[in-house]
C-alpha cells in the first residue's frame, strides 16, 4: 500500500507542467548559459525568463534576484553577505524558532565575534514587535525571521516588524521558504530586503533556490568564480531545475488563492476530525494565522514517533529529535510553553496540491485508530 503523502512541508513533488518545461534542457537545450553561441543564448533566455517568473512570485523585479542551490545558500548569502562591517562591531537579531539554515549560521556568526540576540515567541508562536524594537542596538545589521514556521505553520506578522526594521534602518531578512507560493508575500508592500526561497517546498526541483534581494541593499559574494549572478553566486547556472522553479511559481502565482482556499478547508476538515476522535488533542498555533496547509497536532499521552510508526498508511513527521534513543521534544513547541509531555506528542500533517477530501478522512482515521492502540 502506497501511504498517504501529508509531508508537503519536507518536500513536494514535481508537478507535471514543472517536468515537461524542464526536459528540453536536459536534453536539446543543454548550452552553457555563459556561453555567446545559439546554445548558450537560449539556455541564457530561460534562465532570464525563469528569474522574471520566480521575482514576480513576490513582487520583486527580475535585477533584484538570485537564483542558489536552495534556501540554505540563500540564507547563508543574505546573513553573511549583507555583513560588511566587522563581526565584533556586529549585533544581529534572530528569533528561537528558526529553521537550521538560518540558526546554524547564526550560531556561527556568534561564534565568530558577533553580538546576538535571539528573541522569544508567545504561546502563539508569533514574536513581538515590542520585543524587536527593545532589542535594536546602534549597531544592529539585520533581523533575521522565518515567515511561516515549518512545523507549526505559524505566519509571522510582517508588516508590523518591517515597520521596525525600516524606522530603525535594519536590514529584514524573511526565510520564505515554507510560505511563498502559499500565502501572500511582496517585497515591497511588507518592507522587506532580503527574502530566502526554495523551489522544492513549492512544487518544483530540489537543489535549485532564490535569494530576492531588495534594490539599494549591497551584499559581497561568498563563492567567487566567472561573475554569474550579477557577481553574487559564480559557478554555472542549473539551467533545467532553474527553469523548472519558474514554472512552479507561475503555477503557485495563477493558483494562489484558489489553492489556499481549498487547502484551508480541508486543513479545517483534518482538525475537526482529529478533534472528534482524539479527547484532550491540541492543534499547536491554532489561535495564530497560519499556513493554509499545516496541523501541528499534538496527541496526549504518546509520542508521536510511536503514534507514526502504527499508522503506517500516512507518511508525516513529528519534528521531534532522536538522541542515543531518547526523544527529544521539539524546540518550537518548548519555545510555545509546550509541556514536555505534551510536545512529545506531536505529529505534523501537511496538505498539498494533490490531498484530496477523501485522504483526509483516510489519514485522520488511521491516526485515530494508532492512537486508540497506543492507549
Keep these: 500500500m502506497t ?30 548559459p555563459s556561453s555567446s553561441h545559439v546554445y548558450g543564448r537560449e539556455a541564457k533566455a530561460a534562465v532570464e525568463r525563469a528569474r522574471a517568473s520566480v521575482a514576480s512570485l513576490v513582487g520583486a523585479s527580475p535585477d533584484e534576484l538570485i537564483f542558489t542551490s536552495g534556501g540554505t545558500e540563500a540564507t547563508q548569502l543574505a546573513l553573511r553577505g549583507s555583513l560588511t562591517h566587522p563581526l565584533e562591531a556586529s549585533h544581529l537579531i534572530t528569533t528561537t524558532v528558526e529553521h537550521p539554515a538560518t540558526a546554524r549560521t547564526v550560531d556561527a556568526l556568534q561564534a565568530e565575534g558577533a ?6 515567541v508567545d504561546a502563539g508562536g508569533l514574536v513581538s514587535v515590542d520585543a524587536l524594537t527593545a532589542a535594536l542596538h546602534s549597531n544592529t545589521r539585520w533581523f533575521s525571521v522565518i515567515h511561516g514556521h515549518n512545523e507549526t505553520g505559524v505566519l509571522q506578522h510582517l508588516p508590523g516588524l518591517s515597520a521596525v526594521t525600516r524606522r530603525h534602518q535594519v536590514l529584514l531578512h524573511v526565510d520564505a521558504a515554507q510560505s511563498a507560493g502559499k500565502v501572500p508575500l511582496s517585497l515591497s508592500e511588507d518592507g522587506l530586503d532580503l527574502i530566502t526561497l526554495a523551489a522544492h517546498k513549492l512544487y518544483g526541483p530540489k537543489g535549485v533556490g532564490a535569494l530576492v534581494v531588495r534594490k539599494g541593499v549591497r551584499l559581497r559574494p561568498l563563492q567567487r568564480g566567472a561573475g554569474q ?21 507561475e503555477a503557485a502565482r495563477r493558483d494562489l488563492q484558489e489553492s489556499a482556499a481549498r487547502l484551508t478547508s480541508l486543513r479545517e476538515q483534518l482538525s475537526e476530525a482529529l478533534h472528534a476522535g482524539v479527547p484532550g488533542l491540541i492543534i499547536a498555533g491554532a ?5 493554509p496547509n499545516t496541523v501541528y497536532a499534538l496527541f496526549p499521552g504518546v509520542s508521536g514517533a510511536a503514534l ?3 499508522a503506517p498508511g500516512v507518511a508525516a513527521s513529528t519534528g521531534s529529535a532522536c538522541h542515543d534513543g531518547q526523544e527529544a521534544p521539539p524546540q518550537v513547541l518548548l519555545e510555545m510553553k509546550v509541556p514536555i509531555e505534551r510536545a512529545l506528542g506531536a505529529v505534523r500533517l501537511s496538505l498539498g496540491r494533490h490531498t484530496m477530501p477523501e485522504h483526509v478522512d483516510a489519514a485522520a482515521a488511521e491516526l485515530i485508530a494508532a492512537f486508540a492502540g497506543l492507549r
Design 115 to 120: 553580538q546576538v540576540t535571539r528573541l522569544g
Design 287 to 291: 489561535q495564530s494565522t497560519r499556513l
Design 3 to 32: 501511504p498517504l503523502y501529508f509531508d508537503h512541508n519536507a518536500t513536494t513533488p514535481l508537478l507535471a507542467e514543472v517536468v515537461e518545461a524542464m526536459e528540453p534542457y536536459l536534453t536539446t537545450h543543454f548550452g552553457n
Design 308 to 310: 507514526l510508526a502504527k
Design 229 to 249: 549572478e550579477h557577481g553574487l553566486r559564480a559557478g554555472t547556472e542549473n539551467v533545467a531545475s532553474i527553469v523548472g522553479f519558474g514554472v512552479a511559481c
